[in-house]
């Protein structure tokens, strides 16, 4: 006999949670569809030329690749942002440019696994394509902001910074070779995880910097916006006689806070921090990630950024890019964790319909194709058996009514409904009002 198990990193999900899963990506699938992204879907599987080099060391690390059936040298794709550039270059005279896509698919990667981190994963990615206006940079932003307060989440903040700075700190302290500024990215990039004294002892032992030297960078990088962003610019303005780097990415930041500062956002929700470089190789502008404040040692929520070259692997016309990509699963255990996450029930439907005899279990049937042309999800309980399983397997799933169909000793076919929630029996009409009223609020949710 096979030992039923699953791999270390991978997870199944009992049908409560997947629900919710559902109910999440429906809801973040709307907010992408209201600023006027559309979907696409890429293959789990791509040849390997295709991803291999384009995330850092580590993530090449992680690459699940192989030799297919074929022969042929194949990898697991670990992000959907690289199978994105492949896309955009193969079909780039069939879709309208600037190209905004938003898709959300498994990826993987074999990393070591952890609370929210698996390595398999759901990722959802939203992004621009084709065009270098901060316009869409700050457009990236509001669909993130839109997402989170869409989930019920109020309590996050987004920290933006952009690689030309860290490229112009690097540059300033003598770090000029670009496999070094890479390394140092990567480095600073694990502040939250090792600390201040494990980034000083990595930055000294790979790169081979003086204690002093280490300090000073470490000192430049960990800048935070404190105060409001006119303030903040006020007190980093030195950096920009650094060098021409700083100077370009500071510009950059403020002219995206310009257009934030009119958008109904609350302005404490995004916040400079000179720390963040996202691992991934391929950025070269402005990046960020999004932390919940109330569960920040679950890591980032939404991470993404500018990529200026990324299609160059595939083709020679150069096209912009910026986007984010949501960390559904990530999400999903946080909003367990701060018990946000308001889909209970193990099912989807209101109603469950019961027989107390074969005959009428065509009848069953009948009222529940009635009900769900209405738009009501209902179910119809297959066998005839004792109340008392009818109701555990009701109460078990999260049914709110159940509806039993028997006789009594004056009538046949009589209905009987129970709200499982109080306990009362109440008569058709009033069940009617109630599962009509829930469905209008549940249209209500998933249009917000």
């Known amino acids: 006999m096979v030992t039923p198990r699953t791999l270390s990193g991978f997870k199944d999900r009992l049908p409560r949670e997947a629900i919710a899963k559902t109910h999440l990506l429906n809801k973040i699938s709307h907010v992408f569809m209201d600023f006027g992204f559309v979907p696409i879907e890429t293959p789990h599987m791509e040849y390997a030329d295709v991803l291999i080099k384009q995330g850092s060391d580590e993530i090449q690390k992680e690459l699940y690749r192989f030799k297919d059936h074929g022969g042929r040298d194949v990898a697991l794709r670990f992000d959907l942002t690289v199978p994105l550039a492949r896309f955009i270059s193969q079909y780039k005279s069939k879709v309208e440019l600037p190209f905004k896509r938003y898709a959300i698919g498994n990826v993987f990667r074999g990393e070591r696994a ?50 030309q700075i860290l ?12 496999k070094d500024i890479t390394s140092t990215l990567r480095i600073i990039d694990k502040l939250d995880k090792i600390g201040q004294e ?33 303030t903040f610019f006020k007190e ?47 950025y070269t502008g402005i990046v960020y990630e999004t932390t919940l404040n109330t569960l920040k040692n679950i890591g980032s929520v939404c991470s993404g950024g500018r990529y200026d070259d990324l299609t160059r692997t595939f083709s020679k016309e150069k096209m912009s890019g910026v986007g984010a990509s949501i960390g559904i699963d990530r999400l999903l255990a946080a909003l367990e964790e701060l018990r946000l996450l308001k889909w209970r029930a193990s099912t989807s439907a209101r109603a469950l319909i019961v027989c107390m005899d074969k005959a009428y279990m065509h009848y069953a049937h009948y009222l529940a194709e009635s009900f769900r042309r209405s738009k009501i999800p209902i179910e ?69």
């Not at 112009?168 to 003598?174: N, R």
């Not at 650094?242 to 806070?257: C, H, T, V």
Request: net charge negative.
């Open 198 to 230: 494990g980034v000083l002892q990595e930055l000294q032992q790979e790169l081979g910097l003086s204690s002093e030297l280490a300090r000073n960078l470490l000192a430049s990088t960990s800048i935070k916006q404190q105060s409001d962003s006119e």
């Open 167 to 178: 490229n112009g700190i690097c540059q300033h302290f003598g770090i000029n070779d670009s």
């Open 380 to 448: 119809v309980y297959p066998e005839v058996t004792k109340l008392k399983k009818s109701f555990g397997y009701a109460n078990a799933k999260g049914h709110e009514f159940v509806i039993v169909i028997g006789e009594t000793e004056y009538l046949s076919k009589t209905l009987t409904i129970k709200n499982m929630t109080s306990g009362m029996q109440i008569d058709s009409v009033s069940f009617l009002k109630a599962l009509t009223l829930m469905q209008e609020e549940k249209e209500e949710e998933i249009k917000i």
């Open 114 to 163: 952890q609370r929210g981190r698996y390595r398999e994963f759901t990722q959802c990615d939203f992004d621009f394509i084709g065009s270098d206006s901060i316009s869409c940079d700050a457009e990236i932003l509001q669909v993130i902001y839109a997402s989170l307060v869409g989930l019920g989440i109020d309590e996050f903040t987004i920290w933006l910074n952009h690689r």
């Open 236 to 282: 980093i303005a030195y950096m920009e006689e650094w060098n021409e780097s700083i100077k370009k990415g500071i510009e950059d930041l403020k002219a995206l806070y310009e257009i934030l500062s009119f958008l109904q956002m609350d302005q404490d929700t995004y916040r400079i921090n000179f720390s963040v470089a996202r691992g991934l190789g391929y």
